[in-house]
């Protein structure tokens, strides 16, 4: 009941809604963003595939696992970068912020649903763009975040937001070329 209710607060006020949710910093919501956001990585990239139940719970499992470290990463050296200079946040607001914008990426679940329904669209082709799309859009939601609770400045809040992202995209990026060497090894 309270996501809906800071969900209405943000459509009607997004300033009252972006400190109405900083103001509970709920892990619950934190964590149903980060489950939502899995589900659409999930389904996104597995759509139309004959998967198992095990397999499908494992996939959710460790996507899940990486959102919530990601999102607990992200949020800590965002927080590093706005702290050096002279914003003080808080890491843990950061990462309900980050964990509520996993909602965004319930529409990778809407472009799995229409790619799945509509072969013909050729939506595969489209996936990049669609994955670029929801990321702006994210990072629009994130910035706005950023300017409605602490009142900072548009370039300021790309640069914390992108000091927390890079480093992480590059260390999962990795961890996913050594786990494909891994498999490589052992078949």
Not at 47 to 57: E, H, K, Q, R
Not at 87 to 114: D, E, R
Not at 147 to 157: H, M, R
């Amino acid at each position: 009941m309270q996501l809906l209710k800071t969900y209405f607060t943000y459509m009607k006020d997004p300033v009252s809604g972006m400190q109405m949710l900083m103001s509970s910093r709920s892990f619950r919501q934190a964590c149903l963003g980060y489950l939502v956001a899995t589900f659409g990585w999930v389904l996104f990239f597995n759509i139309g595939d004959d998967l198992s139940v095990w397999s499908l719970f494992t996939k959710l499992f460790i996507v899940f696992v990486a959102e919530l470290t990601a999102g607990y990463f992200v949020a800590a050296l965002c927080g590093l970068f706005l702290d050096l200079i002279r914003v003080k946040v808080s890491s843990a607001q950061l990462f309900v912020m980050i964990g509520s914008a996993g909602f965004i990426k319930a529409l990778l679940i809407a472009f799995a649903l229409i790619s799945a329904t509509i072969p013909q669209l050729h939506l595969g082709l489209l996936a990049p763009l669609a994955l670029l799309f929801v990321f702006m859009l994210q990072l629009v939601y994130l910035v706005r975040g950023l300017q409605y609770t602490w009142g900072v400045d548009p370039l300021e809040a790309v640069g914390g937001w992108l000091f927390g992202l890079v480093p992480v995209c590059v260390l999962l990026g990795l961890m996913g070329i050594f786990f494909i060497w891994f498999l490589v090894l052992l078949v």
